[in-house]
């Protein structure tokens, strides 16, 4: 079994996708895939890297870790005060990818 980790995408949709296909070129059922957080923020595309995710775990057996961007905003959602990820942590991409019409 082979683990493959990836960590501190930060919204750069086009690095994970490039990741993904490499990974298709050799995983095996039995292996896993562990998502070590910073998923979110800093990068326009956070959306389309939560929905490949989400896509690729119908394929990969993945595990997914939360990073300390995913950890200020949950903390954001509950209690509104804690804003300051907004600014500090470049929250403000990741709203931004959620707000856009389709």
């Not at 082979?2 to 086009?14: F, L, M, Q, R, S």
Request: glycine fraction near 6%; aromatic fraction near 8%; include cysteine.
């Amino acid at each position: 079994m082979k683990i493959y980790a990836i960590g501190d995408i930060h919204g750069n949709y086009d690095l994970l996708k490039k990741l993904f296909m490499k990974i298709t070129e050799e995983i095996q059922p039995e292996d896993k895939v562990v998502l070590l957080g910073d998923i979110i923020d800093g990068g326009a595309k956070t959306k389309e890297c939560i929905d490949l995710i989400l896509e690729k775990s119908d394929d990969y057996n993945i595990i997914a870790l939360k990073g300390n961007h995913e950890e200020w905003m949950l903390n954001t959602l509950r209690d509104h005060s804690k804003h300051s990820w907004i600014i500090s942590m470049e929250g403000l991409y990741t709203i931004k990818s959620y707000s856009q019409t389709a």
